[in-house]
Antibody, heavy 117, light 111 residues
Framework: QVQLQESGPGLVKPSETLSLSCSVS????????WSWIRQPPGKGLDWIGY???????DYNPSLKSRVTISVAASENKFSLRLSSVTAADTATYYC???????????WGQGTPVTVSS | QSALTQPASVSGSPGQSITISCTGT?????????VSWYQQHPGKAPKVMIF???IRPSGVSTRFSGSKSGNTASLTISGLQAEDEADYYC???????????FGTGTKVTVL
């Protein structure tokens, strides 16, 4: 059974960089696309970006200038960096795997991040 | 890329059937069969209930079914149960600025 686990600080100061990692167990990170998705408090899901199975990355245009997603295949984990954060970046951040039909078939439990001084 | 449109809330009594709509455009729902539905209970991660418009993952109740007509996808929950009370989101591939787009979300209440 594939399991995903997010980790990182729960509190980030405005203008600083948010850094999260997602560890994958029970399966290889290779051959799949891996996404970061966030959900502001009381709001809907918002796709941030992904590391594709073919090595490409793609990001939500609204965040593109501030986002970097990278993969450490040897460690079976991938990471998110979001720079110059503001209160609008306060959300629960999820990592997820894309299945064969474009669905997100496995999700981490989510990690809440608050941007505040 | 605009979010797919879902009703804010849908309610039904135990045993009834309800349907949640997910309206997009010819750039997303109308152009792909990569439509999926997610159930999210408070404080929990979303769980895929339907993918590929109509496919139910192993372990998901047969009371959940999906369909699509034109630019609108639908999720039907039959034999509504208390445990079905949750938020539901649709998602689709899109040719817009992002490869994926989510719906606005629907809160299902079991009366």
């Amino acid at each position: 059974q594939v399991q995903l686990q997010e980790s990182g600080p729960g509190l980030v100061k405005p203008s600083e960089t948010l850094s999260l990692s997602c560890s994958v167990s029970g399966g290889s990170i290779s051959g799949y696309s891996w996404s970061w998705i966030r959900q502001p408090p009381g709001k809907g899901l918002d796709w941030i970006g992904y590391f594709s199975y073919n090595g490409d990355t793609d990001y939500n245009p609204s965040l593109k200038s501030r986002v970097t997603i990278s993969v450490a295949a040897s460690e079976n984990k991938f990471s998110l960096r979001l720079s110059s954060v503001t209160a609008a970046d306060t959300a629960t951040y999820y990592c997820a795997r894309e299945g064969r039909f474009g669905e997100f078939d496995y999700w981490g439990q989510g990690t809440p991040v608050t941007v505040s001084s | 890329q605009s979010a797919l449109t879902q009703p804010a809330s849908v309610s039904g009594s135990p045993g009834q059937s309800i349907t949640i709509s997910c309206t997009g455009t010819s750039s997303d729902v109308g152009n792909y069969n990569h439509v999926s539905w997610y159930q999210q209970h408070p404080g929990k991660a979303p769980k895929v209930m339907i993918f590929g418009v109509t496919i139910r993952p192993s372990g998901v109740s047969t009371r959940f079914s999906g369909s699509k007509s034109g630019n609108t996808a639908s999720l039907t929950i039959s034999g509504l149960q208390a445990e079905d009370e949750a938020d539901y989101y649709c998602s689709s591939y899109t040719t817009g600025g992002t490869p994926y787009v989510f719906g606005t979300g629907t809160k299902v209440t079991v009366l």
